[in-house]
């Protein structure tokens, strides 16, 4: 059986011990060569054209470029998937910008000082770096089409909630879903989002400034109300509740230490044992099969599923889960998301 060939790695960090300690990490397993380092972002631009690397591990604060000026420099054909290594202490707004504008997934430096606490990092580096590996490139695009009219809403929904669960890419898809979402959604939405903690509340301010609705990142009892968009904490899970006066969010705790946090799954059964047939779930792009579950949940009370396209996918994992489970009532590409959950309310 032929061998896949090694992951092809710039390491790009103007810190020379995070450079070599990425390095070690990296080349540390047999699926990864690290074909060299590079100090600022003209040094990277030079050695990703000399390279030709899969994925580039970027830093975001450097002198001469910085990691933003790095992508926006990248070609649209042919480019390397990009990992952001960075802390969120310090970037969590350029974290979530890059991710914005095409970077595939985020790593949190536990620290922003050269110490051996950098090693933490060896597990999820690998991970992110050789599923980007497997992703799609794609780039921050113009905004979609004007969102619908206010007749385009439906008169009457059976829907009291939409869920919605994303990882790798998700920053992005969620970016174009809800700048083409309607004023006036007849439902509240709560989102699911596979991202390090530190991220989430810098990512719901730039969305909401983006968007007509409201979104805002979870606190624990905050009400829910039709158009407002609540987006889970990073690292905490979240779930549903409603009594006989209003419905709000729930930070959950678990001992099951095999979810993703947030999980998907977890908000899912949440909305299905709260909402039964009044649920909308959304499952889009991400690697795994978080949300496969949570689906089955909120099928067997009579709610009804929509899955992301492979088309439009950075990484084509979760929505084929579902989809491979015959769960899924439609399937659909981002740019017509928007339009696909006004069709199912």
């Given at each position: 059986m032929r061998r896949r060939p090694a992951v092809r790695v710039l390491v790009v960090d103007d810190s020379a011990f995070v450079r070599k300690v990425l390095r070690q990490i990296l080349n540390a397993s047999s699926s990864i060569d690290v074909v060299d380092t590079a100090m600022d972002g003209l040094d990277a631009l030079e050695k990703i054209e000399r390279y030709k690397p899969d994925v580039v591990t970027l830093d975001l604060v450097m002198p001469n470029l910085d990691g933003l000026g790095v992508l926006a420099s990248l070609p649209r054909e042919g480019a390397p998937r990009v990992i952001v290594v960075s802390s969120a202490e310090a970037d969590s707004d350029l974290g979530v910008r890059a991710l914005q504008e095409g970077a595939t997934d985020l790593v949190e430096k536990p620290t922003a000082l050269a110490t051996d606490r950098l090693f933490g990092l060896a597990e999820e580096l690998v991970r992110k770096v050789l599923a980007a590996a497997e992703a799609k490139v794609h780039r921050a695009e113009p905004p979609l089409a004007?969102?619908?009219?206010?007749?385009?809403?439906?008169?009457?929904?059976?829907?009291?909630?939409?869920?919605?669960?994303?990882?790798?890419?998700?920053?992005?898809?969620?970016?174009?879903?809800?700048?083409?979402?309607?004023?006036?959604?007849?439902?509240?939405?709560?989102?699911a989002l596979h991202i390090p903690p530190g991220y989430t509340e810098s990512l719901a301010r730039r969305m909401d400034d983006a968007s007509a609705l409201s979104i805002v990142e979870a606190s624990d009892d905050l009400p829910l109300r039709p158009g407002l968009v609540v987006l889970a904490r990073g690292g905490t899970h979240i779930g549903v509740r409603r009594d006989l006066t209003r419905a709000s969010v729930r930070f959950v705790e678990t001992a099951d230490s095999s979810l993703y946090c947030p999980s998907v799954d977890l908000l899912f059964a949440s909305a299905a044992a709260e909402f039964g047939p009044g649920v909308l779930g959304v499952v889009l792009t991400g690697m795994g099969d978080d949300g496969l579950e949570g689906s089955r949940a909120i099928r067997a009370a009579g709610g009804r599923i929509l899955a992301e396209a492979e088309s439009s996918c950075v990484v084509y994992g979760m929505p084929r889960r579902v989809l491979e489970a015959g769960l899924a009532a439609a399937v659909a590409p981002i740019d017509q998301m928007p339009a696909a959950i006004l069709r199912h309310l």
């Open positions: 004007p969102p619908p009219a206010p007749g385009a809403i439906p008169a009457l929904s059976r829907t009291r909630v939409v869920v919605i669960g994303a990882s790798t890419g998700g920053p992005l898809a969620l970016t174009r879903l809800f700048a083409a979402m309607p004023a006036g959604f007849p439902a509240p939405i709560v989102v």
